[in-house]
């Protein structure tokens, strides 16, 4: 299940996050690093669900 979710978190990083922990801080700070730049989205949303 976590590499759907990985996969999900290259395509698009919040629905990858949203599909770990939901909507929450973590959501809300993967969105914003996703507006600031594509690739720090994707770092943290791996990170997030590599970390749970």
Partial sequence: ???I???FS???P???VFLQVGIGK???INILLT???Y???IV???WVIAKK
Avoid: T, Y
Wanted: proline fraction near 8%; aromatic fraction near 8%.
């Fill in 35 to 37: 507006i600031l730049g």
């Fill in 1 to 3: 299940m976590d590499l």
């Fill in 14 to 16: 919040p629905l990858g």
């Fill in 26 to 28: 973590h959501f809300w």
């Fill in 44 to 46: 943290h949303a791996v």
């Fill in 10 to 12: 290259i395509l698009l």
């Fill in 5 to 7: 979710r990985i996969l």
């Fill in 39 to 41: 690739i720090p989205g």
